[in-house]
Every structure is written in structure tokens, then in C-alpha cells.
């Protein structure tokens, strides 16, 4: 079995920096893409960045320029450094693992974790 477990999340003034972490257990052998996703309260879950095992990285526009995902492939970990936080920030935050190699020999399309929030105050 996998599991995602975020943290880092919680209340911040505009302006103001997070860094996420997102934890993957369970006996994996590799792990394809590690990414962030968020969803407003009303709305629907959106990218945010993803990066790939070999550094490769992918960034909405809403965060270009403040927000950087980096990770850990030997920990499992992926971060994502959130600076210049705005109010329409505020969401739950969710981690995603893509193409999930376990062993013995088993893969998982994709794995996500239970949310963490972010609040961001005006």
C-alpha cells in the first residue's frame, strides 16, 4: 500500500511563505511524477507544479515566479516553496504521485494524498 502524507500547511498573511512536504511510504521502487495540485472552496481541482524524477518541471501561471517544487527522489519527498502568497492562494492542497512502481511488481497510475490547507490572509 502507498501513502502521501502532506504537511506544512496552515495560515499565512499575504505576502507571506509556506513550504510544503509530501511524504511517500510504502515499498516503492520508483516514482515516475510528483506534483501539487489545489482546490478552492467552489471550484475545481487544479494543477499547481509537478517535476518529474529526472528534475523536469511544470508550473501553472498562477504560480510562475513564486512558487517552486523541488524533490527528494532517494527520500520519496516532494516540496513545493510557496513565496508571495496571495488570499486567492487559499485552498486545500493535495499531493500526487504518478506512475507508482511497487514492489513485488505492481503499478499505480496515480496516488494522492489526503489535502493539506492553506489560508492566506488579506
Known amino acids: 500500500q502507498v501513502q502521501l502524507v502532506e504537511s506544512g500547511g496552515g495560515l499565512v498573511q499575504a505576502g507571506g511563505s509556506l513550504t510544503l512536504s509530501c511524504a511517500a511510504s510504502?515499498?516503492?521502487?520508483?516514482?515516475?511524477?510528483m506534483g501539487w495540485y489545489r482546490q478552492a472552496p467552489g471550484k475545481q481541482r487544479e494543477l499547481v507544479a509537478t517535476i518529474t524524477s529526472g528534475g523536469s518541471t511544470n508550473y501553472a501561471d498562477s504560480g510562475k515566479g513564486r512558487f517552486t517544487i523541488s524533490r527528494e527522489n532517494a527520500k520519496k519527498t516532494v516540496y513545493l516553496q510557496m513565496n508571495s502568497l496571495k488570499p486567492e492562494d487559499t485552498a486545500v492542497y493535495y499531493c500526487?504521485?504518478?506512475?507508482?512502481?511497487?514492489?513485488?511488481?505492481?503499478?499505480?497510475?496515480?496516488?494522492w494524498g489526503q489535502g493539506t490547507l492553506v489560508t492566506v490572509s488579506s
Open positions: 500526487n504521485a504518478q506512475t507508482v512502481v511497487l514492489i513485488p511488481f505492481r503499478r499505480l497510475d496515480a496516488v
Open positions: 510504502g515499498s516503492i521502487l520508483s516514482i515516475n511524477t
